[in-house]
C-alpha cells in the first residue's frame, strides 16, 4: 500500500488516513533513547559520497566501484533512449520514438455480461465483481500456446474515490463492503494485440477475479495449526480471500505469486475493550480497521468474534493463472509478514530460493530455500512447502549472513509458529532492521539480487513495533532517511543457498539540488535523474534494473524538482540511472512485466489522485483510475 508517507495529508478523516498515521495513532513509539547510533561505522557518508571506497571484503560505492573495462564496453549505450524530465502533468510520459496505450482501468468490465464503468456511481458490488479490480500492482505475464494471459494484482482501494459518490466518501453499507472486497486481490486476463493496441479479451476462458472472497488452501508448515482455526473452518487449512496483494513473484514451473501485504488493516474489533496479544500488537492489528468497514458485513473480520481469522492473512498465496478453476494456496512456509514481493531464483544446486522483503519501517529482509530441487517437467508442488526461512544480518563492514528461522535459534515452538509469527522470529536471532524493504529483484545474469529500502522517517529515532532498535548504520545509513536507497547483496561463490554475503548500496537516492551533506544521494544521482522512495524493482532479459517508485510528488522542499513519481531504468554494471517514465499526478508506478519479445513492457499506475488533484486517464471531470498500461517503441523493436 502506498498511502502510507508521512507527507501526505489526510483530506478524508480517517477513511483516508495513511499508513503512518495509523500506526503512530494506534502504536505510538517511544523517541529513541536507549540505543546508540552507529555513525561512523565502516559505511562513512564520505565513502558513500565521495567516491570508490573499498571497506574489507565490500566495495561500499556502486558504479565505477565495481567496473571493469571490460564491462563497461559491453554496457556502452545500453540505456539508448532520451531520458524523460522530470514532470508534474497529469498524463504519463515516456520517451520520444515510444508510445504508451491504456490496457485496462478499474472497473473496466472483463465479462460482457458486465457494465461499463460508471463515472457517476463509481460501480456497485456486482458491477465490480465482474471486472478488474483497483490500484494495480504487481503482475505477470504468461503464455498458453500464442495466448497471453495476465496476472494483475489489486492491492487496496482509494475509499474516498470509490465511494466518492457518497457524502461521506466512504462504505455505507453492504453493498458497498461487497464492492470494496472486489476491488481486492488478483484479475487474471487474457490480453491481446488488437490493431496496434492491446486489449482485454473479453469472456476469454482464462479470465477470472480472485477477491477477499475466494476460497483458499492452506499449505505448509502452518497449515491445521491451532492458531488457524476458526469457527468456520475448524481444520485450519481452508480460509477465504486475499487482499492488499502488493508485488508479486513467478515460478518456473509457471505460476504466479501474489504477496498479501497490509492485510491488517481490514480487522477491527465489536469489544473496544478487547486486550491484544503481542502477535496482534506486532502485525498491527488493532480495535479499528483503516476505514475499509469490512467487518459491518462480514464478522469474519471481527477480531473480538474471530480472533484466528488474521493469522490466515499475511502470506505469499501461488496462483495458476492458467486454470481459472484451481484454488489459490496460501504457502505459509514463506512466512507470514507484511509481504511484498516473492523473487524466486532456482540456485545453482537446483534448489529455490525466495527474496522477501516486510515492508514495514524496521522490519527484515528474508530469504527462504527449499528443501528439495526443481525439476523442469513437473513433481514441483512441494517446494514451497518444504523449506527453511532466513531472515538477513548485515555487518558494517560489507558482509552479511542469512540467520536461520528455527526453533532452535529462535526459541519458539515449532516451524509452524515461526511461519505465523515470523517477525518475532526474525526479532529472536537478532536481524538488522530495514528501512522498509520493497522489492527484492534478482539479476539474471549474476549471482546478486537487490532490494529497494523506500524510506524510513524513524531510522535512527525509533525501534520498529517489536521493539527492536533501529540503528544507523549498515545498508541504512541515514538518520530519518527520506529518500530511500537500493541495497545490492551477492552470495558467497555465486551460490543464492549459500549462509554468507557481500553488499554494497547500489544507489542511494536523494536531492543534489536541495542539499549537499548526505541528502544529495550517490554519486550516480544528478538533478537529471533524481528521485525519492524506490519501490518496484525487475530485471529486463538483458540485465537492466527497471525501478519504480512510491513516493513524494510534493515536488516542494526535498523533494523540490522530482516532480510525479516515474520509473527509471539502472546498469547494474556503470551505475547509469536514467528516467524512462513519468506517470500522472498523485499516482505511483508499480508492477512490470514483458511481453516475450520485448516489444511491449506493461507498466502500473496506481492511485493517481489519491489526494484529489488526478482525472487520469479520462481527463475532464472524470474518476481517476488506476490502470495498466502497455508501453512499445514506434518502430516495433523491441524496448529499452
Ligand atoms: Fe504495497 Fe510496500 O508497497
Ligand atoms: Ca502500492
Ligand atoms: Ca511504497
Ligand atoms: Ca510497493
Known amino acids: 500500500m502506498t498511502d502510507r508517507e508521512n507527507y501526505r495529508r489526510e483530506p478524508m478523516g480517517a477513511a483516508e488516513r495513511s499508513f503512518d498515521a495509523f500506526d503512530e495513532l494506534n502504536d505510538p513509539r517511544p523517541e529513541e533513547t536507549g540505543f546508540d547510533r552507529v555513525v561512523e561505522d565502516s559505511v562513512s557518508r564520505r565513502g558513500f559520497l565521495g567516491g570508490a571506497v573499498a571497506v574489507g571484503t565490500g566495495a561500499f560505492l556502486t558504479g565505477t566501484a565495481a567496473l571493469t573495462i571490460a564491462d563497461a564496453r559491453a554496457a556502452a549505450g545500453r540505456l539508448a533512449f532520451k531520458a ?20 485496462v482501468s ?39 500456446g500464442a495466448r497471453s494471459i495476465l496476472a494483475v494484482n489489486n492491492e487496496y482501494t482509494n475509499r474516498s474515490i470509490m465511494y466518492g459518490a457518497r457524502a461521506s466518501k466512504k462504505p455505507e453499507n453492504a453493498d458497498d463492503v461487497r464492492k470494496g472486497k472486489a476491488a481486492h486481490g488478483v484479475s487474471v486476463m487474457e490480453v491481446a494485440q488488437s490493431g496496434d493496441k492491446w486489449q482485454v479479451v473479453t469472456d476469454s476462458p482464462f479470465n477470472r477475479r480472485i477477491t477477499a472472497d475466494t476460497p483458499m488452501e492452506i499449505t505448509g508448515p502452518a497449515a491445521g495449526h491451532d492458531l488457524l482455526k476458526t469457527k468456520a473452518d475448524p481444520t485450519g487449512t481452508r480460509s477465504l480471500g486475499t487482499w492488499n496483494n502488493c508485488g508479486n513473484g513467478r515460478t518456473p514451473w509457471g505460476t504466479y505469486l501474489t504477496c498479501e501485504e497490509n492485510f491488517n488493516g481490514y480487522f477491527s474489533s465489536s469489544d473496544k475493550a478487547l486486550a491484544l496479544s503481542p502477535g496482534f500488537k506486532r502485525y498491527g492489528i488493532r480495535h479499528k480497521d483503516w476505514g475499509y468497514a469490512w467487518a459491518t458485513a462480514d464478522e469474519r473480520f471481527d477480531i473480538a468474534k474471530h480472533p484466528n481469522e488474521p493469522n490466515r492473512a499475511g502470506y505469499v498465496v501461488e496462483i495458476d493463472p492458467l486454470d481459472p478453476k484451481s484454488t489459490p494456496k496460501k504457502r505459509t512456509a514463506l512466512g507470514r509478514m507484511k509481504h511484498e514481493n516473492a523473487e524466486l531464483v532456482v540456485a545453482a544446486n537446483g534448489r529455490i530460493v525466495v527474496y522477501m522483503g516486510d515492508d514495514e519501517r524496521g522490519e527484515y529482509l528474508y530469504r527462504y530455500v527449499s528443501d528439495g530441487v526443481y525439476a523442469a517437467g513437473g513433481g514441483n508442488d512441494g517446494l514451497l ?11 558494517a563492514d560489507g558482509t552479511g549472513e542469512w540467520l536461520a528461522l528455527t526453533p532452535q535459534t529462535t526459541g519458539m515452538a515449532s516451524r509452524a509458529e515461526i511461519c505465523i509469527h515470523t517477525r518475532m522470529a526474525a526479532s529472536a536471532v537478532k536481524a538488522t532492521t530495514m528501512d522498509r524493504p520493497e522489492w527484492v529483484a534478482a539479476n539474471p545474469h549474476k549471482a546478486e539480487a537487490y532490494c529497494a529500502l523506500t524510506n524510513n522517517k524513524n531510522r535512527g529515532k525509533k525501534p520498529n513495533a517489536g521493539g527492536d532498535p533501529t540503528p544507523v548504520g549498515g545498508p541504512n545509513p541515514r538518520a530519518g532517511n527520506k529518500y530511500g536507497q537500493i541495497v545490492r547483496w551477492r552470495p558467497a561463490n555465486g551460490d543464492h543457498t549459500a549462509k554468507a554475503f557481500s553488499w554494497d548500496l547500489y544507489v542511494l537516492a536523494g536531492n543534489p539540488a536541495v542539499h549537499k551533506d548526505d541528502r544529495k544521494g550517490s554519486k550516480n544521482v544528478d538533478p537529471g535523474n533524481f528521485f525519492n522512495s524506490p519501490d518496484g524493482l525487475a530485471f529486463d532479459s538483458r540485465g537492466l534494473l527497471w525501478i519504480q517508485t512510491d513516493g513524494n510528488y510534493s515536488n516542494e522542499g526535498d523533494f523540490a524538482g522530482m516532480g510525479n513519481n516515474q520509473m527509471l531504468i539502472g546498469d547494474p554494471a556503470t551505475g547509469e540511472i536514467k528516467r524512462f517514465l513519468v506517470g500522472p499526478k498523485e499516482c505511483e508506478i508499480t508492477g512490470i512485466t514483458f511481453s516475450g519479445d520485448r516489444r511491449t513492457v506493461f507498466v502500473g499506475v496506481q492511485h493517481p489522485g489519491e489526494k484529489g488533484d488526478s482525472h487520469w486517464p479520462g481527463g475532464g471531470d472524470s474518476v481517476p483510475r488506476s490502470a495498466v498500461i502497455a508501453i512499445e517503441r514506434d518502430d516495433g523493436k523491441p524496448i529499452g
Request: aromatic residues 12%; proline residues 3%; without cysteine.
Open 84 to 103: 524523460v524530465a522530470a514532470g508534474t502533468a497529469d498524463t504519463v510520459a515516456v520517451p520520444e520514438g515510444y508510445r504508451w496505450h491504456i490496457v
Open 106 to 144: 478499474w472497473g473496466d468490465p472483463l465479462w460482457s455480461g458486465g457494465k461499463a464503468f460508471d463515472h457517476a456511481t463509481r460501480g456497485t458490488g456486482a458491477s465490480q465483481e465482474m471486472a478488474f479490480g483497483d490500484n494495480t500492482d504487481g503482475m505477470a505475464l504468461f503464455q498458453s
Open 385 to 395: 512447502d518444504r523449506g527453511t526461512l532466513y531472515a538477513a544480518r548485515f555487518n
